[in-house]
């Protein structure tokens, strides 16, 4: 039997922050290029100001090559206030400086997927700035904004009060501000409820089969990284295959090869140049392969005989 010593002290415990708006600040930014990745900023976050959660962690990061992700680095950038009043700017950014910061965030639950391996884990949905022009902290001005938006309820009487909350099968006990107090309180989980359907539609709706078509292999390895969807992609992995991969993990029905067959034209029998020179006159993408080339063509020639 073998005896060890052992120091957990200060160690923090495995916990899992609940969906909502924190202050945070930035406990490190680290530049970093992962092997087979593009470069990004990875982000610590640390919770602060909240009495129960204090000093939970986030991890973040923000890819610095992929251009759809620029929205991203902007909304990072305007939260720690190096971009202000909301105009986009070009310069040099030392992450090391970062360190400290106080942002605001938004944070979600991602459900935990069994068949994928995933724990629950909290994410950050948005940045922002932590203090407005007045000093206020982000977290009192959504409280604030929220209270107004709400204040409907003070002028109800209690009759009124007790007769929306039987409708909404709560309770109906207590006095005049535990009420209000209620209704608030389930129009605040209604909103959060509302909020993650739009996550998952975002998740599953995003992309289309044409959008993966037109990916090379490097953006289909950064769509893999964001979405986790645990596809092995290698440097000389198959474009085509891991376009079907990758489509599938995001539950998009890949077109039939077979369908697209068309006796009545010859694009197949086409070169490359000639196939390109063709979608470009009719203002279609000339990215992909020669199959993707010939199955756009033949997708736009049965569109064009389809009846208004």
Known sequence: MARIKYDVRGVEGRTLLPAGVYNAKVASA???????????IELVLEVIGDKTHKGAKLYEYINLELESAKWKLREFLDAVQVTKNGKGEAGTLDTEKLVGKVIGIKTWVRPADDQRGFDEQARVRRMFAAESSNGATAESEDLDEDAGEESEYEDMDLADLKAELKERGLSTKGKKPALI?????????????????????????EYEWDDIAEMDLAELKELND??????????????????????????????????????????????????????????????????????RLRKDDAEEDKPF
């Not at 107090?181 to 709706?205: G, I, K, M, S, V």
């Not at 000639?274 to 993408?285: A, F, T, Y």
């Open 30 to 40: 680290d530049v970093t290029k992962p092997e087979g990745k593009d470069q990004r």
């Open 181 to 205: 107090a209620r209704l608030e309180e389930n129009d605040a989980e209604d909103e959060d409820e509302d909020e993650d359907e739009d996550e998952d539609d975002e998740t599953t709706a």
């Open 226 to 295: 964001e979405q986790e969807l645990g596809v092995k992609i290698r440097k000389k992995s198959d474009v085509d295959e891991v376009r079907t991969q990758v489509a599938e993990a995001l539950d998009i029905e890949v077109p039939d090869e077979d369908e697209d067959e068309d006796e009545s034209d010859d694009y197949d029998e086409w070169d490359v140049d000639d196939l390109k020179e063709e979608l470009e006159q009719r203002s279609l993408s000339v990215k992909g392969s020669k199959k993707l080339l010939v199955a």
